[in-house]
């Protein structure tokens, strides 16, 4: 009996100094993060533990679990974003950029880009297919870096740093912005060459997976360039002044806020300039080329004032206002895509805005008389409806190719210019447009003054 003790004791010495601890599954990277994370909680508990009751300190460790977990939904949103975008800029340089290099490959193209005097292409070519492949290139060194992020993702987790080296990387999108324009130019000259359109369509088509137009790539820089302090600024709402991470997020969204703010009007200017190439694209008979200088400022569908019958709504044009002149256009039946057919052009040198004339609005909403005479009619008088507020503008135009003053579309104007019709006249047209809404009447005039200011103090 007094051995059993004993013996009892020995086991239980035998037993614990043959257990060995495995942790063999844990990897130098899922160790340092335990580490923080049981680091936290001794601070917390250091801090907090001798003098809050459990409830307040229940509630402060749920709202930081809450934080992590909207902070890590929000980054793996951003993820699938980023690498939709990558992924685009890796079909342009897959598919695109080889076929075009093909294309100009061929001596007979060769032959008629050099027949025409296209100068510089070659150096514009290469800096478009160097700048499409440096933003994939930056883009897809971020998504590794972030790919990994999230794989060991934690209350503790950093990510300002790769933000901050993606910040560094984007920095090139400013030269590229710069050489933009020349870009544009080149690509007009390269559509205008023998079975380029068909050779680009050709390309899409034989794709595997859904492939955009070219100028879809050509835009998608300047989409993107300017999105990522708001994701940073969301990452924020959810981490805590005294995380980590917090000081080097407020950095690197003051820097990107920085970097948008300077590239906000390299953007517009090639997006305005990108749509000048898109509209000679779909516009028949367009006489208003892509230049350097051209840039689009506005494009909608309005309705064209007939002088002669003002009551008509149905006469439905698309202008088109450029920095330096303004076209209408014709809606051209096509079922596999939208063509336009230019319908004329109006000149601004010279040319007066002003608002519809009182006279004219009148006509315009006046009441349509009965066809039949009111003795036929037993009906009693209906009260009148309301009238239909007019919005739109009135342009005064030289008119270079008219013989004279045939209709009311035509004002005579004294100005003098002796090459006009041999009699030293300039007959002045007028152009009268409806808008659809008082913001866009506020809209179109207010940059026709400034497109008329610029083009005749030129």
Same mark, same amino acid.
């Given at each position: 009996?007094?051995?059993?003790?004993?013996?009892?004791?020995?086991?239980?010495?035998?037993?614990?100094?043959?257990?060995?601890? &495995?942790?063999?599954?844990? #990897?130098?990277?899922?160790?340092?993060?335990?580490?923080?994370?049981?680091?936290?909680?001794?601070?917390?508990?250091? %801090? =907090?533990? &001798?003098?809050?009751?459990?409830?307040?300190?229940?509630?402060?460790?749920?709202?930081?679990?809450? !934080?992590?977990?909207?902070?890590?939904?929000?980054?793996?949103?951003?993820?699938?974003?980023?690498?939709?975008?990558?992924?685009?800029?890796?079909?342009?340089?897959?598919?695109? *950029?080889?076929?075009?290099?093909?294309?100009?490959?061929?001596?007979? !193209?060769?032959?008629?880009?050099?027949?025409?005097?296209?100068?510089?292409? +070659?150096?514009?070519?290469?800096?478009?297919?160097?700048?499409?492949?440096?933003?994939? *290139?930056?883009?897809?060194?971020?998504?590794?870096?972030?790919?990994?992020?999230?794989?060991?993702?934690?209350?503790?987790?950093?990510?300002?740093?790769?933000?901050?080296?993606?910040?560094?990387?984007?920095?090139?999108?400013?030269?590229?912005?710069? !050489?933009?324009?020349?870009? $544009?130019?080149?690509?007009?000259?390269?559509? +205008?060459?023998?079975?380029?359109?068909? @050779? $680009?369509? *050709?390309?899409?088509?034989?794709?595997?997976? @859904?492939?955009?137009?070219?100028?879809?790539?050509?835009?998608?820089?300047? #989409?993107?360039?300017?999105?990522?302090?708001?994701?940073?600024?969301?990452?924020?709402? =959810?981490?805590?002044?005294?995380?980590?991470?917090?000081?080097?997020?407020?950095?690197?969204?003051?820097?990107?806020?920085?970097?948008?703010? /300077?590239?906000?009007?390299?953007?517009?200017?090639?997006?305005?300039?990108?749509?000048?190439?898109?509209?000679?694209? $779909? $516009?028949? &008979?367009?006489?208003?080329?892509?230049?350097?200088?051209?840039?689009?400022?506005?494009?909608?569908?309005?309705? +064209?004032?007939?002088? /002669?019958?003002?009551?008509?709504?149905?006469?439905?044009?698309?202008?088109?206002? =450029? &920095?330096?002149?303004?076209?209408?256009?014709?809606?051209?039946?096509?079922?596999?895509?939208?063509?336009?057919?230019?319908?004329?052009?109006?000149?601004?040198?010279?040319?007066?805005?002003?608002?519809?004339?009182?006279?004219?609005?009148?006509?315009?909403?006046?009441?349509?008389?009965?066809?039949?005479?009111?003795?036929? @009619?037993?009906?009693?008088?209906?009260?009148?409806?309301?009238?239909?507020?007019?919005?739109?503008?009135?342009?005064?135009?030289?008119?270079?190719?008219?013989?004279?003053?045939?209709?009311?579309?035509?004002?005579?104007?004294?100005?003098?210019?002796?090459?006009?019709?041999? #009699?030293?006249?300039?007959?002045?047209?007028?152009? %009268?447009?409806?808008?659809?809404?008082?913001?866009?009447? #506020?809209?179109?005039?207010?940059?026709?003054?400034?497109?008329?200011?610029? %083009?005749?103090?030129?």
């Amino acid at each position: 009996m007094s051995n059993s003790p004993s013996a009892t004791s020995s086991g239980s010495s035998e037993s614990s100094s043959s257990f060995v601890p &495995n942790f063999s599954f844990m #990897t130098d990277a899922s160790y340092q993060q335990l580490v923080d994370d049981l680091s936290i909680i001794d601070d917390l508990d250091a %801090v =907090y533990g &001798n003098y809050i009751d459990n409830e307040a300190f229940d509630k402060q460790v749920a709202d930081v679990a809450r !934080n992590v977990s909207f902070k890590h939904q929000s980054l793996v949103s951003f993820f699938r974003d980023e690498s939709r975008y990558a992924k685009e800029l890796s079909q342009f340089q897959d598919y695109y *950029a080889t076929q075009i290099q093909k294309w100009i490959d061929i001596p007979a !193209n060769r032959a008629s880009l050099a027949k025409r005097k296209v100068p510089e292409y +070659k150096e514009h070519l290469q800096m478009f297919f160097d700048g499409m492949s440096m933003m994939h *290139a930056a883009h897809t060194a971020f998504i590794s870096d972030m790919e990994a992020r999230l794989g060991m993702w934690g209350p503790t987790q950093l990510v300002s740093d790769i933000f901050t080296s993606l910040y560094l990387r984007i920095l090139a999108y400013k030269s590229f912005f710069d !050489n933009y324009s020349q870009i $544009i130019v080149m690509l007009d000259t390269l559509y +205008k060459g023998p079975s380029f359109n068909k @050779s $680009i369509h *050709a390309c899409a088509s034989e794709a595997n997976q @859904s492939i955009h137009p070219l100028l879809y790539y050509v835009r998608l820089p300047t #989409t993107r360039s300017v999105t990522y302090s708001r994701i940073i600024t969301q990452l924020l709402d =959810y981490t805590e002044p005294s995380h980590p991470d917090y000081l080097g997020l407020v950095d690197i969204r003051h820097n990107l806020i920085l970097l948008e703010k /300077e590239l906000h009007e390299k953007v517009n200017d090639c997006q305005s300039h990108l749509m000048v190439l898109e509209c000679s694209r $779909i $516009i028949e &008979n367009c006489s208003v080329p892509v230049t350097i200088d051209r840039r689009l400022i506005l494009r909608a569908t309005l309705i +064209k004032v007939s002088l /002669e019958n003002p009551l008509l709504v149905n006469d439905t044009r698309t202008y088109v206002l =450029y &920095n330096d002149s303004l076209i209408f256009c014709k809606k051209v039946k096509n079922l596999r895509k939208e063509r336009l057919q230019c319908k004329g052009v109006l000149d601004l040198v010279g040319a007066t805005l002003r608002p519809i004339p009182k006279s004219l609005v009148a006509q315009m909403t006046e009441a349509r008389k009965p066809v039949l005479p009111a003795f036929f @009619s037993k009906k009693l008088e209906e009260p009148q409806s309301p009238q239909i507020p007019v919005y739109g503008f009135e342009l005064v135009v030289n008119d270079r190719n008219s013989d004279g003053p045939t209709s009311q579309n035509f004002s005579f104007a004294v100005d003098s210019l002796p090459t006009v019709n041999g #009699t030293g006249v300039v007959y002045r047209r007028r152009h %009268v447009v409806r808008t659809n809404t008082l913001s866009e009447q #506020t809209l179109w005039i207010d940059k026709l003054v400034k497109v008329l200011q610029a %083009v005749n103090s030129s």
